[in-house]
């Protein structure tokens, strides 16, 4: 085999490893939300408890997703994957037994912890193995089976437990991570960040910070807004993620450099993910419900209906990732984001107890462009505007900015929902999803906006200091 056909074949093994294993990660997010009825009746557990078995993962996902990049850089990027593949796959298997529902609760704080070590490090291994001149499609690929992932967990979740049974929701991670994990061993090479160094001070800044913010969002519905336990967490994260910030300015070498913020291209892309996804998450997370709860749909039923809108990053995403390569990835990510907002606000417009499912047709069909049209470039929009020993830190800030954005999204829809409407009979429902949609609008239109401060054609990173050369990857 010559270097050209083991280049290529390099490649296309580092694209299906790390497009399945991101596709589990992203799985996770929201495939519990449909199957909730059955746990509660299988395991027990009250509202407060149902709402953690979501919650457990996103809290522990996000909070960790940084550390999870900078130990990778340190002690070896694929060493690191297959860890926390395995953690990941155990803890599904663990899910899947779980006897009660605090057991459950516990072993999805497990997965969120594998999932944050993994999937920061797919993106990094991906970018390694790609060729530039074609990172962009791989990059698309990429993003097309992870957005795919997102928006198809409720379908996902409901058809399996319809089916079969809720535990089966985790029992499907478990062929699939054993299969990856010697396919991983073999076939991805070991990297390293040059240099690297676990940054202590700035790892616990941001973890603690993390943790008050994301627990603060996620128990800001059943606790309220104004309670002490609420508000202390978002205020203590909010100031221990300011100290991070300031760490990140003054340290020699911190764990995710603010200097980077000063780039146009790191900080539009980052700013616009995060506000995309509280859009999305939110939305996805009103409109599933509204399909079973209003129109009456079964779970898988509400899915396939939702599949023009969930379904489009699989077939548009991989073309955008090559305009992305021909035109630059602004263009596409500010249409995208646009098309996706325009989707959101017509869905608000016909929401409706008697919505036919012609009048949301539309609505769905540009919104699910929009989202493939963003997710494709987005990633190589973060990977390119940082040197390539800073994209393993960069890609895990770049995932904790949109988890927060997700939990962010989901807790300020739900409360405008409880404001305005309620779960009393489908005129209330409709009166309370469509204030919340239109706010997930708009903030996928401020996420537009923000795509706008990136460079209209990204120039090459800045190149690598000697000193960060010194240390070479290691093959396989």
């Known amino acids: 085999m010559n270097q050209h056909t083991a280049g290529r074949s390099g490649a296309v093994w580092a694209l299906v490893i790390t497009s399945v294993a991101g596709f589990m990660a992203a799985l996770d ?18 509202l407060a408890e149902l709402e ?45 037994l779980s006897p009660g529902i605090n057991e459950l609760i516990a072993f999805r704080a497990v997965q969120g912890v594998g999932a944050a070590i993994m999937m920061p490090l797919t993106l990094t291994l991906l970018t390694a193995a790609v060729p530039p001149a074609r990172r962009g499609a791989a990059l698309g690929i990429f993003s097309a089976v992870t957005g795919l992932a997102v928006a198809s967990g409720p379908l996902i979740g409901g058809s399996l437990t319809e089916h079969l049974s809720w535990q089966w929701i985790f029992w499907l991670n478990v062929p699939v991570g054993v299969a990856l994990l010697p396919l991983a061993r073999l076939r991805l090479t070991e990297s ?29 519905n059943s606790d309220g807004w104004t309670s002490p336990t609420v508000l202390g967490a978002l205020i203590a994260g909010a100031a221990l993620m300011a100290g991070f910030v300031r760490h990140g300015f003054r340290a020699k070498r911190p764990m995710l450099p603010m200097r980077l913020f000063r780039d146009r291209a790191f900080f539009g892309i980052n700013m616009a993910s995060m506000l995309m996804f509280l859009g999305m998450f939110g939305s996805i997370f009103l409109l599933s419900q509204y399909f079973q709860g209003v129109l009456g749909y079964s779970p898988t039923e509400a899915g396939l209906r939702m599949l023009p809108w969930t379904g489009m990053p699989m077939l548009v995403a991989p073309v955008a990732g090559m305009l992305s390569d021909r035109f630059g990835g602004r263009p596409v990510v500010v249409a995208g984001l646009a098309l996706q907002a325009v989707g959101l606000a017509f869905f608000a417009l016909v929401v409706a107890p008697d919505a036919s499912y012609a009048s949301q047709l539309p609505g769905l069909i540009v919104g699910g462009v929009g989202m493939a049209l963003y997710f494709a470039p987005a990633a190589g929009l973060v990977m390119s505007s940082v040197r390539p020993a800073e994209q393993g830190i960069a890609s895990g800030a770049n995932n904790a900015l949109r988890e927060v954005g997700g939990a962010l999204g989901v807790a300020v829809l739900a409360t405008v929902f409880s404001a305005q409407g309620g779960y009393d009979s489908a005129r209330s429902f409709t009166d309370g999803t469509v204030p919340a949609v239109w706010i997930g609008a708009s903030a996928v239109a401020l996420a537009t906006v923000a795509a706008l401060l990136i460079p209209r054609r990204r120039s090459k990173p800045a190149p690598e200091p000697v000193a960060a050369r010194k240390r070479a990857p290691v093959a396989a």
């Open 29 to 46: 997010n929201l495939v519990v939300t449909t199957a909730l009825p059955s746990i509660r009746q299988s395991l027990g557990g009250g």
């Open 192 to 220: 390293y960040a040059p240099d690297a160094r676990l940054d202590v001070p700035g790892t616990l800044l941001v973890s603690g910070g993390l943790f008050g913010i994301v627990y603060g969002l996620v128990t800001a």
């Open 52 to 96: 953690w078995t979501v919650n457990a993962y996103t809290l522990t996902f996000a909070v960790l997703l940084m550390l999870g990049a900078a130990l990778g850089d340190r002690f070896g990027r694929r060493r690191l994957f297959l860890t926390g593949l395995a953690v990941f796959t155990g803890a599904s298997a663990a899910a899947a």
